[in-house]
Protein backbone atom coordinates (compact mmCIF):
# COMPACT_ATOMS: atom_id res chain seq x y z
CA UNK A 1 0.00 0.00 0.00
CA UNK A 2 2.48 2.67 0.77
CA UNK A 3 4.10 4.59 -1.26
CA UNK A 4 6.80 5.62 0.77
CA UNK A 5 8.23 2.02 -0.57
CA UNK A 6 9.18 3.88 -3.42
CA UNK A 7 9.86 6.84 -2.65
CA UNK A 8 12.99 8.15 -4.76
CA UNK A 9 15.46 10.17 -7.03
CA UNK A 10 12.30 10.88 -8.94
CA UNK A 11 10.17 12.54 -5.94
CA UNK A 12 13.93 14.54 -5.36
CA UNK A 13 13.96 15.52 -9.15
CA UNK A 14 10.51 17.10 -8.83
CA UNK A 15 11.20 18.92 -5.48
CA UNK A 16 14.48 20.31 -7.06
CA UNK A 17 12.75 22.09 -9.63
CA UNK A 18 10.77 23.87 -7.09
CA UNK A 19 13.40 24.84 -4.82
CA UNK A 20 15.45 26.16 -7.87
CA UNK A 21 12.66 28.83 -8.36
CA UNK A 22 11.98 29.63 -4.85
CA UNK A 23 8.43 29.42 -5.78
CA UNK A 24 6.09 27.23 -2.82
CA UNK A 25 2.28 28.50 -3.65
CA UNK A 26 0.33 27.37 -6.19
CA UNK A 27 -0.93 30.46 -7.68
CA UNK A 28 0.53 33.97 -8.79
CA UNK A 29 4.03 34.55 -9.19
CA UNK A 30 4.21 34.04 -13.34
CA UNK A 31 8.00 35.54 -13.45
CA UNK A 32 9.80 33.99 -10.34
CA UNK A 33 7.85 30.39 -11.61
CA UNK A 34 9.83 29.95 -14.73
CA UNK A 35 6.76 27.88 -15.55
CA UNK A 36 6.86 25.46 -13.30
CA UNK A 37 3.40 25.01 -12.05
CA UNK A 38 3.71 21.31 -10.21
CA UNK A 39 0.07 21.47 -8.34
CA UNK A 40 -1.59 21.80 -11.53
CA UNK A 41 -0.01 19.60 -13.48
CA UNK A 42 -0.59 17.47 -10.61
CA UNK A 43 -4.22 17.81 -10.79
CA UNK A 44 -4.35 17.55 -14.80
CA UNK A 45 -2.09 14.02 -14.75
CA UNK A 46 -4.53 12.96 -12.29
CA UNK A 47 -7.51 14.09 -13.75
CA UNK A 48 -6.01 12.37 -17.09
CA UNK A 49 -5.16 9.02 -15.27
CA UNK A 50 -8.41 8.92 -13.38
CA UNK A 51 -10.56 9.98 -16.86
CA UNK A 52 -12.17 12.74 -14.68
CA UNK A 53 -12.61 15.95 -16.36
CA UNK A 54 -11.25 18.22 -13.17
CA UNK A 55 -9.27 17.22 -10.28
CA UNK A 56 -9.02 19.46 -7.43
CA UNK A 57 -5.97 19.59 -5.05
CA UNK A 58 -6.05 20.05 -1.38
CA UNK A 59 -3.67 19.72 1.75
CA UNK A 60 -5.69 16.36 2.94
CA UNK A 61 -8.28 13.75 2.43
CA UNK A 62 -10.38 14.78 5.69
CA UNK A 63 -10.15 18.27 3.43
CA UNK A 64 -11.13 16.79 0.31
CA UNK A 65 -14.28 15.33 2.25
CA UNK A 66 -14.75 18.89 3.45
CA UNK A 67 -14.48 20.56 0.20
CA UNK A 68 -16.70 18.14 -1.60
CA UNK A 69 -19.48 18.39 0.57
CA UNK A 70 -19.16 22.55 1.28
CA UNK A 71 -19.41 22.32 -2.92
CA UNK A 72 -22.30 19.87 -2.65
CA UNK A 73 -23.78 22.76 -0.34
CA UNK A 74 -24.01 20.52 2.52
CA UNK A 75 -24.64 22.19 5.92
CA UNK A 76 -26.68 22.10 9.26
CA UNK A 77 -29.80 20.42 8.95
CA UNK A 78 -28.32 17.53 7.22
CA UNK A 79 -27.43 14.10 7.39
CA UNK A 80 -24.88 12.28 5.00
CA UNK A 81 -24.88 8.32 5.67
CA UNK A 82 -21.34 6.80 5.48
CA UNK A 83 -20.29 2.95 7.13
CA UNK A 84 -19.38 1.78 10.40
CA UNK A 85 -15.83 0.50 8.87
CA UNK A 86 -13.72 3.23 7.94
CA UNK A 87 -11.11 5.96 9.12
CA UNK A 88 -12.54 8.39 11.37
CA UNK A 89 -11.80 11.42 9.13
CA UNK A 90 -15.07 10.19 6.94
CA UNK A 91 -17.15 11.19 9.84
CA UNK A 92 -14.92 13.60 10.96
CA UNK A 93 -15.49 15.65 7.96
CA UNK A 94 -19.47 15.07 8.15
CA UNK A 95 -19.52 16.64 11.13
CA UNK A 96 -17.11 19.84 10.19
CA UNK A 97 -19.97 20.61 7.53
CA UNK A 98 -22.62 20.76 10.13
CA UNK A 99 -24.30 17.82 9.22
CA UNK A 100 -25.03 14.89 10.95
CA UNK A 101 -23.14 11.64 10.26
CA UNK A 102 -25.21 8.20 9.78
CA UNK A 103 -23.58 4.46 9.90
CA UNK A 104 -25.05 1.70 7.18
CA UNK A 105 -23.45 -1.26 7.98
CA UNK A 106 -20.73 -3.00 5.60
CA UNK A 107 -21.10 -6.71 3.92
CA UNK A 108 -18.50 -9.12 2.95
CA UNK A 109 -17.03 -6.85 0.28
CA UNK A 110 -16.29 -4.77 3.85
CA UNK A 111 -17.57 -1.86 2.03
CA UNK A 112 -21.15 -0.18 2.64
CA UNK A 113 -24.25 -2.47 2.36
CA UNK A 114 -26.25 -1.44 -0.01
CA UNK A 115 -29.78 -2.42 1.12
CA UNK A 116 -28.95 -1.16 4.81
CA UNK A 117 -27.99 2.37 3.09
CA UNK A 118 -31.42 2.36 1.34
CA UNK A 119 -32.76 1.68 4.80
CA UNK A 120 -31.14 4.49 6.24
CA UNK A 121 -32.23 7.62 4.17
CA UNK A 122 -34.95 10.02 5.93
CA UNK A 123 -35.95 13.23 4.22
CA UNK A 124 -32.74 14.89 5.49
CA UNK A 125 -30.62 12.97 3.98
CA UNK A 126 -28.73 14.98 1.31
CA UNK A 127 -25.70 12.65 0.29
CA UNK A 128 -23.94 9.31 0.89
CA UNK A 129 -20.35 8.61 1.29
CA UNK A 130 -19.49 4.98 0.01
CA UNK A 131 -16.12 4.50 1.40
CA UNK A 132 -13.51 2.04 -0.65
CA UNK A 133 -11.57 0.58 1.93
CA UNK A 134 -8.50 -1.01 1.54
CA UNK A 135 -8.24 -1.02 -1.93
CA UNK A 136 -11.10 -2.12 -3.13
CA UNK A 137 -14.32 -1.52 -4.16
CA UNK A 138 -17.65 -0.95 -2.53
CA UNK A 139 -20.85 -2.16 -4.88
CA UNK A 140 -20.62 1.67 -5.80
CA UNK A 141 -23.09 0.81 -9.12
CA UNK A 142 -25.94 -0.41 -7.00
CA UNK A 143 -25.59 2.97 -4.25
CA UNK A 144 -25.10 5.10 -7.48
CA UNK A 145 -28.76 3.85 -8.09
CA UNK A 146 -30.25 4.00 -4.95
CA UNK A 147 -28.87 7.28 -4.76
CA UNK A 148 -30.00 8.61 -8.12
CA UNK A 149 -33.80 7.11 -6.89
CA UNK A 150 -33.73 9.43 -3.81
CA UNK A 151 -32.13 12.41 -5.19
CA UNK A 152 -28.57 12.58 -2.63
CA UNK A 153 -25.64 13.04 -4.03
CA UNK A 154 -22.83 10.48 -3.90
CA UNK A 155 -19.05 11.25 -2.57
CA UNK A 156 -16.68 8.71 -2.86
CA UNK A 157 -14.25 8.22 -0.30
CA UNK A 158 -11.38 6.63 -2.66
CA UNK A 159 -8.57 7.56 -0.10
CA UNK A 160 -7.50 3.96 0.11
CA UNK A 161 -8.08 3.21 -3.30
CA UNK A 162 -6.47 5.11 -6.12
CA UNK A 163 -5.40 3.21 -9.25
CA UNK A 164 -8.18 0.53 -8.45
CA UNK A 165 -11.11 0.09 -11.16
CA UNK A 166 -14.10 -1.68 -11.89
CA UNK A 167 -14.31 -2.73 -15.35
CA UNK A 168 -11.59 -0.36 -16.35
CA UNK A 169 -13.36 2.39 -15.09
CA UNK A 170 -11.50 4.19 -12.04
CA UNK A 171 -12.97 4.44 -8.51
CA UNK A 172 -13.85 7.74 -7.84
CA UNK A 173 -15.58 8.75 -11.23
CA UNK A 174 -19.18 6.78 -10.26
CA UNK A 175 -20.53 9.54 -7.88
CA UNK A 176 -20.78 12.81 -8.44
CA UNK A 177 -17.22 12.99 -7.10
CA UNK A 178 -14.31 11.31 -5.54
CA UNK A 179 -12.25 12.32 -3.04
CA UNK A 180 -8.21 11.07 -2.03
CA UNK A 181 -5.84 11.30 0.49
CA UNK A 182 -1.98 11.28 -0.25
CA UNK A 183 -0.96 10.94 3.60
CA UNK A 184 1.82 9.16 4.39
CA UNK A 185 0.45 5.52 4.66
CA UNK A 186 -1.55 5.57 1.18
CA UNK A 187 -0.78 3.80 -1.60
CA UNK A 188 0.72 7.04 -2.96
CA UNK A 189 1.75 9.88 -0.87
CA UNK A 190 2.73 13.79 -0.56
CA UNK A 191 3.69 13.81 2.81
CA UNK A 192 0.25 15.32 3.39
CA UNK A 193 -2.14 15.88 0.41
CA UNK A 194 -5.57 15.22 -0.74
CA UNK A 195 -7.47 15.41 -4.28
CA UNK A 196 -11.30 15.68 -5.45
CA UNK A 197 -12.21 14.76 -9.06
CA UNK A 198 -14.92 15.51 -10.64
CA UNK A 199 -17.00 15.26 -13.99
CA UNK A 200 -18.78 18.66 -12.86
CA UNK A 201 -17.99 22.08 -14.02
CA UNK A 202 -20.23 23.37 -11.47
CA UNK A 203 -18.86 21.55 -8.77
CA UNK A 204 -15.28 21.49 -9.49
CA UNK A 205 -15.46 25.67 -9.76
CA UNK A 206 -17.22 25.71 -6.16
CA UNK A 207 -14.49 23.72 -5.05
CA UNK A 208 -11.59 25.67 -6.78
CA UNK A 209 -13.02 28.94 -5.31
CA UNK A 210 -13.94 27.34 -1.32
CA UNK A 211 -10.95 26.18 -0.81
CA UNK A 212 -8.83 28.99 -1.72
CA UNK A 213 -10.61 31.57 0.90
CA UNK A 214 -13.72 32.25 -1.82
CA UNK A 215 -11.52 33.79 -4.76
CA UNK A 216 -13.74 33.61 -7.77
CA UNK A 217 -11.17 31.90 -10.18
CA UNK A 218 -11.72 33.99 -13.36
CA UNK A 219 -8.51 35.28 -15.11
CA UNK A 220 -8.49 39.09 -13.31
CA UNK A 221 -5.67 41.60 -14.85
CA UNK A 222 -5.40 43.29 -11.38
CA UNK A 223 -4.27 39.91 -9.81
CA UNK A 224 -5.63 38.45 -6.52
CA UNK A 225 -5.93 41.40 -4.59
CA UNK A 226 -8.96 42.50 -6.96
CA UNK A 227 -10.61 39.02 -7.16
CA UNK A 228 -14.43 39.09 -6.51
CA UNK A 229 -15.51 36.68 -4.88
CA UNK A 230 -19.36 34.62 -4.61
CA UNK A 231 -19.46 32.96 -1.46
CA UNK A 232 -17.23 32.70 2.48
CA UNK A 233 -14.48 30.33 1.76
CA UNK A 234 -11.41 28.24 3.66
CA UNK A 235 -8.20 27.98 2.78
CA UNK A 236 -7.56 24.04 1.73
CA UNK A 237 -4.54 24.76 -0.80
CA UNK A 238 -2.05 22.36 -1.62
CA UNK A 239 1.95 23.87 -1.79
CA UNK A 240 4.29 23.11 -4.74
CA UNK A 241 6.40 20.92 -2.62
CA UNK A 242 3.39 18.59 -2.82
CA UNK A 243 2.66 18.76 -6.21
CA UNK A 244 6.22 18.17 -6.84
CA UNK A 245 5.63 14.71 -5.07
CA UNK A 246 2.46 14.42 -6.48
CA UNK A 247 3.28 13.71 -9.65
CA UNK A 248 6.17 11.54 -9.47
CA UNK A 249 4.01 9.21 -7.38
CA UNK A 250 1.23 9.09 -9.82
CA UNK A 251 3.82 8.39 -12.59
CA UNK A 252 4.25 5.22 -9.91
CA UNK A 253 0.76 4.16 -8.98
CA UNK A 254 0.29 1.44 -11.95
CA UNK A 255 3.06 0.06 -10.77
CA UNK A 256 2.67 0.31 -7.35
CA UNK A 257 -0.47 -1.56 -8.00
CA UNK A 258 0.78 -4.22 -10.41
CA UNK A 259 3.70 -5.03 -7.71
CA UNK A 260 1.04 -5.49 -4.70
CA UNK A 261 -1.10 -7.68 -6.94
CA UNK A 262 1.33 -10.24 -7.30
CA UNK A 263 2.91 -10.17 -3.88
CA UNK A 264 -1.25 -10.57 -2.73
CA UNK A 265 -1.65 -13.63 -5.09
CA UNK A 266 1.09 -15.24 -3.14
CA UNK A 267 0.02 -14.06 0.49
CA UNK A 268 -3.28 -15.55 -0.78
CA UNK A 269 -2.04 -18.97 -1.74
CA UNK A 270 -0.08 -19.03 2.01
CA UNK A 271 -3.45 -18.07 3.73
CA UNK A 272 -5.56 -20.75 1.90
CA UNK A 273 -4.07 -23.65 3.79
CA UNK A 274 -6.15 -22.14 7.21
CA UNK A 275 -9.21 -24.63 6.84
CA UNK A 276 -12.98 -22.77 6.77
CA UNK A 277 -11.30 -19.63 5.31
CA UNK A 278 -13.02 -17.21 2.89
CA UNK A 279 -11.62 -14.58 1.17
CA UNK A 280 -13.37 -10.53 0.98
CA UNK A 281 -15.37 -10.44 -2.00
CA UNK A 282 -13.84 -8.25 -4.46
CA UNK A 283 -16.03 -7.49 -6.98
CA UNK A 284 -13.40 -7.06 -9.97
CA UNK A 285 -10.43 -9.06 -9.07
CA UNK A 286 -8.60 -7.51 -12.18
CA UNK A 287 -9.21 -4.14 -10.99
CA UNK A 288 -8.03 -4.37 -7.08
CA UNK A 289 -5.72 -2.00 -5.98
CA UNK A 290 -4.66 -5.12 -4.18
CA UNK A 291 -2.96 -2.79 -1.00
CA UNK A 292 -4.56 -5.09 1.40
CA UNK A 293 -5.35 -8.86 1.67
CA UNK A 294 -8.71 -9.36 4.18
CA UNK A 295 -10.05 -12.90 5.16
CA UNK A 296 -12.27 -14.56 7.22
CA UNK A 297 -12.35 -17.27 10.09
CA UNK A 298 -15.69 -19.22 10.40
CA UNK A 299 -16.18 -17.62 13.61
CA UNK A 300 -14.53 -15.01 15.87
CA UNK A 301 -12.91 -17.59 18.42
CA UNK A 302 -11.20 -18.87 15.64
CA UNK A 303 -9.96 -15.59 14.14
CA UNK A 304 -8.51 -14.52 17.84
CA UNK A 305 -6.76 -17.91 18.18
CA UNK A 306 -5.15 -18.26 15.04
CA UNK A 307 -4.18 -14.38 14.55
CA UNK A 308 -2.32 -15.69 18.30
CA UNK A 309 -0.57 -18.02 16.45
CA UNK A 310 0.62 -15.81 13.81
CA UNK A 311 1.81 -13.25 15.91
CA UNK A 312 3.52 -15.96 18.20
CA UNK A 313 5.25 -16.38 15.03
CA UNK A 314 6.06 -12.80 14.03
CA UNK A 315 3.97 -12.31 11.47
CA UNK A 316 0.25 -11.24 12.85
CA UNK A 317 -2.33 -9.52 11.06
CA UNK A 318 -4.56 -6.89 11.54
CA UNK A 319 -8.20 -7.66 13.91
CA UNK A 320 -10.33 -4.93 13.01
CA UNK A 321 -12.79 -5.47 15.41
CA UNK A 322 -10.03 -4.11 17.88
CA UNK A 323 -9.02 -1.47 16.13
CA UNK A 324 -9.87 1.97 17.32
CA UNK A 325 -9.35 4.18 14.53
CA UNK A 326 -11.52 2.41 11.72
CA UNK A 327 -14.56 0.45 13.15
CA UNK A 328 -17.65 2.14 14.96
CA UNK A 329 -18.43 0.68 18.16
CA UNK A 330 -14.23 1.43 19.32
CA UNK A 331 -14.89 4.85 18.41
CA UNK A 332 -15.54 6.07 22.02
CA UNK A 333 -15.08 9.64 21.85
CA UNK A 334 -17.89 9.24 19.39
CA UNK A 335 -19.92 7.20 21.20
CA UNK A 336 -19.51 9.41 24.36
CA UNK A 337 -20.16 12.42 22.23
CA UNK A 338 -16.63 14.37 23.21
CA UNK A 339 -15.91 17.31 21.83
CA UNK A 340 -13.92 20.79 22.76
CA UNK A 341 -16.97 23.05 21.85
CA UNK A 342 -18.25 24.19 25.59
CA UNK A 343 -21.71 23.85 24.27
CA UNK A 344 -21.39 20.23 23.21
CA UNK A 345 -21.54 20.80 19.58
CA UNK A 346 -21.94 18.70 17.33
CA UNK A 347 -23.27 16.19 19.44
CA UNK A 348 -25.79 19.05 21.13
CA UNK A 349 -27.64 21.78 19.99
CA UNK A 350 -26.98 25.49 21.04
CA UNK A 351 -29.55 25.19 23.37
CA UNK A 352 -27.95 21.90 24.85
CA UNK A 353 -30.39 19.57 23.08
CA UNK A 354 -28.92 16.36 22.26
CA UNK A 355 -28.55 16.43 18.15
CA UNK A 356 -27.07 13.17 18.11
CA UNK A 357 -26.81 9.91 19.82
CA UNK A 358 -24.93 6.56 18.64
CA UNK A 359 -25.60 3.18 20.27
CA UNK A 360 -22.56 1.11 20.27
CA UNK A 361 -24.82 -2.00 19.24
CA UNK A 362 -25.95 -0.29 16.28
CA UNK A 363 -24.29 -2.42 13.59
CA UNK A 364 -24.98 -5.72 14.47
CA UNK A 365 -24.24 -6.95 10.78
CA UNK A 366 -21.17 -5.38 10.34
CA UNK A 367 -19.67 -6.76 13.58
CA UNK A 368 -20.59 -10.36 12.93
CA UNK A 369 -18.07 -10.02 10.12
CA UNK A 370 -15.26 -7.93 11.17
CA UNK A 371 -15.35 -10.30 14.37
CA UNK A 372 -14.37 -12.94 11.77
CA UNK A 373 -12.00 -10.62 9.83
CA UNK A 374 -8.54 -10.72 9.59
CA UNK A 375 -6.26 -8.07 7.11
CA UNK A 376 -2.57 -8.27 5.99
CA UNK A 377 -1.48 -4.88 4.62
CA UNK A 378 0.29 -5.84 1.16
CA UNK A 379 3.69 -4.28 0.54
CA UNK A 380 4.92 -3.22 -2.64
CA UNK A 381 8.31 -5.09 -1.74
CA UNK A 382 7.56 -8.40 -0.20
CA UNK A 383 11.00 -10.13 1.09
CA UNK A 384 10.60 -13.98 0.35
CA UNK A 385 12.09 -14.63 3.45
CA UNK A 386 9.03 -12.87 4.63
CA UNK A 387 6.59 -14.57 3.19
CA UNK A 388 8.15 -17.74 3.88
CA UNK A 389 7.45 -16.74 7.39
CA UNK A 390 3.68 -16.13 6.35
CA UNK A 391 3.17 -19.41 5.14
CA UNK A 392 4.77 -21.55 7.67
CA UNK A 393 3.04 -19.63 10.61
CA UNK A 394 -0.39 -20.47 8.41
CA UNK A 395 0.45 -24.13 8.72
CA UNK A 396 1.30 -23.43 12.08
CA UNK A 397 -2.23 -22.33 12.77
CA UNK A 398 -4.45 -25.29 11.14
CA UNK A 399 -4.81 -27.43 13.75
C1 LIG B 1 -6.66 8.37 5.20
C2 LIG B 1 -8.14 8.43 5.04
C3 LIG B 1 -8.84 9.66 5.03
C4 LIG B 1 -8.21 10.95 5.40
O1 LIG B 1 -7.12 11.34 4.68
P1 LIG B 1 -6.01 12.32 5.33
O2 LIG B 1 -5.21 12.73 4.14
O3 LIG B 1 -5.22 11.52 6.32
O4 LIG B 1 -6.73 13.47 5.93
C5 LIG B 1 -10.19 9.64 4.76
N1 LIG B 1 -10.85 8.49 4.56
C6 LIG B 1 -10.22 7.30 4.59
C7 LIG B 1 -11.02 6.05 4.32
C8 LIG B 1 -8.86 7.23 4.85
O5 LIG B 1 -8.25 6.04 4.92
Not at 26 to 33: G, I, L, T, V
Request: charged residues 25%; contains cysteine; hydrophobic residues 45%.
Amino acid sequence: MPGFEVFGAEEKKEIDEVLSTGVLFRYEFAEQRKGIWKVRDFEGNFAAYTGAVHAQAVTSGTAALKVAMAALGIGPGDEVITQGFTFVATWEAIFDSGAVPVFAEVDETLNMDPADLEKKITPKTRAVIPVHMMGAPARIEEICAIAKKHKIAVIEDTAQAPGARINGRHLGTFGDCGTFSFDPVKTMTTGEGGMIITDSEDLWRKMSEYHDHGHDHVPNPGGRGGDGRSFIGFNYRMMELQGAVGLAQLAKLDGIVAAQRKNKAAMRKAISVLPGVKFREIIDPAGDSASFIAFFLPTAEEAVRVNKVLSDEGCGAVYFANNTWHYYPKWEHLLAGSTLAASGWPFKEADGRRRVVYDSAALPQSAAIIDRTLVYQVPVKLADERLAQIAAAMKKAVS
